[in-house]
């Protein structure tokens, strides 16, 4: 197999665009098409800050990676989970990670701000790891961009991840999951930080490439919580699918998005509808629909600190 | 395993229910589960004449015979498609049934009145076989049942076929085609038979148990020109995700039910809607969007009669 661009020895064939790349296109096409993303979904400029959360996977450093090529005014956020040695070894490779490349890094430690690991707090509230996980992340990754005056946060998730939450969406018809499922979602008011998806054109395969071609040290482990998650089921399935007829994922997903834009005008009016919700919580000011925010809410239930 | 209600042996565990049945309970359910769906969707009524279309597999036979059971005026429509050993056998499987219990038979040969079989005139007109049978099908299932003055036209399709074509629908986001799915499209204007499917309330493997328990002679066999069809990859995926989450497929299409009706009342204003874009074909008075009818320019094309 030929690279299509370069005539060169192709590392990765795209059936979906019936295209197969060398090492030095593949890289050029995951840059553009992280460029398409960030231009077509309004995301950020070279003029703004941008705080991209990573967990040290492939996902994330690739998307730190690109962003930082491109000359974009990027910093890190690790979320320190405490989850054993997987959270201490991806943390070492976020932090060698973005020393070499001398971009700023913040830390947030669960263990010490939470008083406990996302798996001692999970135990303690009686929720599911991730659903734990989740609200944490979710929140610092939003207070974190906040606070420290970032115009826009980012994170690694890919084409098979929107597509598979979307799955789950639609197999549940989570009508209000899908009217704010998107690439973009802006900083409706004050304290909510405008959030973005740049490898929303890229699928999975894509990015571990451009990972694995760029020799960027990641960590492979899947986290430990995840195994069995609904969502390795949805990406199989929709993998699946997407062998029999390549291009099933991104038509899925990107016939979502063209609909909900020219349809009903949801993502157009969601920032008013945010406005009309969302109020600062009681306790800790961060914008939530409830008068104590679930971040609190739970940290009341675990009663860690 | 016992049955849930007798504590009988069961033949067949219904994970979604939490249940289990013997076959007398299970014949039972079946019942129950197409008396509500008829009474819900407002089907039709022992005063109406329905016409069952039968293709001699499990599907259309269990359902002629739970209607004829339960003292529906039901009637049958074999359409022969010429598709050589399996149209002689599944024929000969219906004419059986329907003789045994004195049911009125329709049968149409396309052989007959197309001049040719389903798969000669697909190579005619340079169409998949399954798109040119069921353009035929369509056809002659609402010419039979207006012209022989039925209420409704009744089809065999179960939960699993409505999932599928539901989870079709929505990964292309047919949005038009997503409108007119449901179990029960009424008689939008003369000429337009109200179409009905009464088992859009029990899962495949539960239709499969009735007719294996009540001992229907039906024939086993796929339709040779089904193989590697898209349905039968999405049906193999949502049954793989009932097998970890049983109740995810009724979910899934129920969901989609109720959103419909609540929603945006898509499905009432249907009829008017159709009103509004359907007309009588030039050539054969059936009603169409276009000048001439979809079955028609097929036929033109084929010029076989």
């Known amino acids: 197999m030929r690279c299509r661009k370069c005539s060169n020895k192709a590392v990765l064939g795209i059936p979906r665009h019936h295209t197969a790349f060398c090492g030095t296109c593949l890289t050029d096409f995951v840059s553009q098409q992280v460029m398409r993303a960030i231009k077509e979904e309004d995301m950020f400029t070279k003029a703004d800050r941008v705080l ?18 491109l000359g974009y005014d990027v910093a890190g956020l690790y979320v320190d989970l405490g989850i054993g040695e997987y959270s201490r070894l991806s ?3 976020v ?31 009686h929720r599911p790891a991730c659903s734990t996980c989740g609200t ?27 597509a598979a939450r979307l799955l789950g969406n639609v197999l549940h018809w989570q009508t209000e999951y899908l009217k704010k499922q998107g690439p973009s979602l802006p900083d409706s008011l004050d304290g909510f930080a405008k959030k973005v998806k740049p490898l929303f054109r890229v699928a999975e395969r ?10 960027l040290d990641y960590i492979v482990e899947e986290c430990p919580n995840a195994k069995g998650a609904k969502m390795l ?10 062998h029999e007829s390549p291009g099933t994922k991104q038509m899925f997903y990107w016939g979502f998005l063209a609909m909900q834009k020219t349809g009903s005008g949801q993502r157009l009016s969601m920032a008013e509808n945010d406005r009309a919700i969302l109020q600062p919580c009681l306790k800790c000011s961060q914008p939530t629909t409830s008068e104590i925010c679930g971040y609190c809410r739970m940290m009341a239930r675990a009663q860690t600190v």
């Open 206 to 215: 894509e990015v571990a490439a451009y990972a694995i071609v760029n020799r």
């Open 136 to 162: 944490i992340k979710r929140y610092h990754f939003n207070r974190t961009a906040v606070e420290h005056g970032y115009a826009v946060l980012a994170t690694g998730h890919n084409l098979d991840d929107e």
């Open 233 to 242: 089921l949805y990406k199989d399935m929709l993998n699946r699918l997407e």
């Open 52 to 69: 991209v959360a990573v967990s040290g996977g492939k996902d994330s450093l690739s998307l730190l990676d690109v962003l930082h090529r």
């Open 91 to 93: 943390k070492s490779k």
């Open 95 to 125: 932090e060698r990670f973005t020393q070499m490349r001398g971009i700023r890094l913040h830390v947030h430690q669960v263990l010490e701000t939470e008083g406990a690991g996302i798996n001692d707090l999970s135990d303690l509230i």
